[in-house]
């Protein structure tokens, strides 16, 4: 790892110039352009404070990061289907439960519906790509047509049905994961 490199990284992004970030932690700019060069290495304590002033501390800056994947496709897809309430849960992006955010593409049959989800912290999200569905939200209804999104805080017993003599598909995201 070339530190130097790294903490002007950091520097750029944080839209610092040397001079900047030297006068923060009482330091020169000279020294800061010869760690950037990896001519110098700043003592632990110097580097904690630069690395504070960046925005960042020792345990992440030297996390090395794993390349996350960008592009899923269909070979990526985990599906899950429930005969007897007539869906399909499509994971559009795979171990997303470890992520802020949960996307999937739910298929729902005529008189299909989903499981009813208990009420928890976060958002919910939907967009109806064909058909139309009723979002079932505490003692509410919504009915939800092709072309159509909802949102939700999801604090209240809720789930979706089909509305319509046709199957269904929704994109819906919800976060923190809960599918």
Request: aromatic share 10%; proline share 4%; net charge negative.
């Amino acid at each position: 790892m070339k530190i130097g490199e790294k903490i002007r990284q950091l520097r750029i992004k944080k839209q610092l110039t040397q001079e900047e970030l030297a006068n923060r932690i009482e330091l020169t700019k000279g020294f800061i352009s010869q760690v950037e060069r990896d001519i110098t290495s700043p003592s632990i304590s110097t580097l904690v404070d630069i690395l504070d002033c960046l925005g960042t501390n020792l345990r992440d800056f030297f996390n090395e990061a794993v390349d996350e994947k960008i592009v899923f496709k269909k070979d990526d897809i985990f599906v899950k289907e429930d005969k007897e309430l007539k869906y399909r849960i499509n994971w559009i992006i795979p171990n997303s439960q470890k992520n802020h955010m949960e996307p999937i593409l739910l298929n729902l049959d005529v008189d299909g519906r989903t499981e009813s989800d208990d009420p928890h912290d976060g958002e919910e999200f939907g967009y109806v790509l064909s058909g139309q569905i009723k979002v079932h939200l505490g003692g509410n209804v919504y009915k939800v047509k092709k072309g159509e999104s909802f949102y939700f805080r999801p604090y209240s017993l809720h789930y979706i049905e089909n509305a319509g003599k046709k199957p269904s598909t929704v994109l819906w995201v919800s976060s923190p994961p809960s599918f």
